[in-house]
Each structure stands twice: as structure tokens, then as C-alpha cells.
């Protein structure tokens, strides 16, 4: 069975700096996507950014890029010059693409931003 | 707009009450999905359908029940709620199978924060 794990709870970076977030994923399958939600104060769920596991290039979506690592199972986040508004919790998530009924989270990583 | 609207968004309930949350997209998707949120577990499935009168559980079905009887909703039903079911409900809605307008994304509600007391 597919899991995902973020193996930091919670992470604090300073305002305008540069962080990293973890995810590790267990599959046995070739094609998936992977994903990274954002859940701020208000509880709502934003799809941050996506990546396909067949593209061998990492998906950017403004301050926000992953290192995807797909030998090696590893789907990091990094935020660059980190705000405010990114105080959130963070989920990683994957689904199969082939088998997509299933789609499974990590159990997040709370980012704190410092002023 | 395309969304996916939950409710009630609060609600305070006693044991044993039975009660539904609503859920209900406008995006035409097939997939639609509960989940629970607790704090340091994340987020776990509850129940899932893959089309219309097609539904299956996750990992966590216990004391729940759903129904898709409309491809646009997708009730969650606590027929006996317990306090071990306070928690934060959400549901989330995708394309479902191979296909160019799949991109795998789940779409979420803005969340039901149930309490039993």
C-alpha cells in the first residue's frame, strides 16, 4: 500500500528567507501525481503545486518549486522569500494515476513565519 | 464559480443524534470523497464514489454512511454520532480515470467542524 510521509510537524523560517519542506512517498507504481495543499488559518485546502510523475522536470508556480526526486521517492517543497500569508499547514498527497480512487496525505507540516 | 459547497460549516450535536452533512459540486465530476482532520493524524478517508450509486470505504468508514444517488452530491451521514467523530469534515470532488481534463487534482469544500457531545 502507497503511503506518504512528512517528517517534520512543524518548521519555522524567517520572513523573506528561503525553506524547505519534506515529503517521502512509498509506491510501487510508475505514473502518479504528486501534490502539496496549503491549509492557512481559514482551514481551507489550496492546491499549492502538482507534478506529474512522468515529467522529468520539477513544477514551478511562482515562489513555489519542488525537488522531485522519483528513484528516490522524495517530493520536497521549497518556498522561496517566505511571507506572511504562507503560515500554513502543508500536505503532501498522492494519488495513482492509473488506480486514482485512492489519494493519500501526509499528516502535514505546520510552517510558522517569523517576522 | 466552480466549487464544492459543505454543510453545515459548524455544528454542535449530542450523542446519539443522527445528522448529515451535505456536500454538493458544480464541476460535473465523477470522483467525490470524505475525509476527517485531526490533529496529528491528517487527513483519512472516510468514504469514496466513483460515479452514481457507485461507493466504497476509506480508511475509516466506521459509524459513518453515504449515498450518491446525483453525480452532484455526496451526503455524509452519522446515523449514532459518538464524541471519537468530533472532528473537521471534508469533502473533495476530482475527474476520475485517464483523460485529458484529469489532472488529478482534488477540488475541496471549506470544511464541516462537527462536535458531539
Redesign the interface.
Known sequence: AQTVTQSQ?EMSVQEAETVTLSCTYDTSESDY?L?W?KQPP????I?VI?Q?AYKQQNATENRFSVNFQKAAKSFSLKISDSQLGDAAMY?C?Y?S??R????I????TRLHILP | EAQVTQNPRYLITVTGKKLTVTCSQNMNHE?M?W?RQDP??????IY?S?NVEVT?KGDVPEGYKVSRKEKRNFPLILESPSPNQTS?Y?C?SSF???GTT?????F?G??S?LTVL
Open positions: 510537524p501525481y501534490f495543499y481559514s482551514r481551507q485546502m492546491l502538482r506529474e500536505f498527497a494519488r494515476a492509473h486514482d480512487d485512492k489519494i496525505f501526509g499528516k502535514g | 470522483y470523497s475525509y496529528g493524524l491528517g487527513l483519512r478517508q469514496y466513483m466504497d473537521l471534508f473533495a476520475f480515470g485517464l484529469n489532472t488529478g487534482e482534488l475541496f471549506e470544511g467542524r
